[in-house]
């Protein structure tokens, strides 16, 4: 499952992959400047989860309690 997920990161365009044929072979992935992107505008994101993971626990449970 992991190289499945690498090879579609480096078919999108996310991550470069380094091979080094060695003894053993060796690969490293670096991320591309559309991952870096990626990343920035998800920081808006990860900082409104943050700010707002308590009220969302909150009604989680709110709603889990009317279901049961």
């Not at 499945?4 to 400047?33: I, Q």
């Not at 994101?45 to 309690?65: C, E, G, M």
Request: without cysteine.
């Amino acid at each position: 499952m992991l190289t499945l997920t690498l090879r579609n990161l480096e078919r999108d365009g996310f991550v470069v992959r380094h091979y080094f044929p060695e003894v053993p072979p060796r690969v490293e992935y670096e991320l591309t400047e559309i991952a870096h992107g990626a990343l920035r505008a998800l920081d808006g994101f990860n900082f409104w989860v943050h700010d707002n993971l308590d009220t969302i626990k909150a009604r989680r449970s709110t709603y889990d309690r009317a279901e049961s």
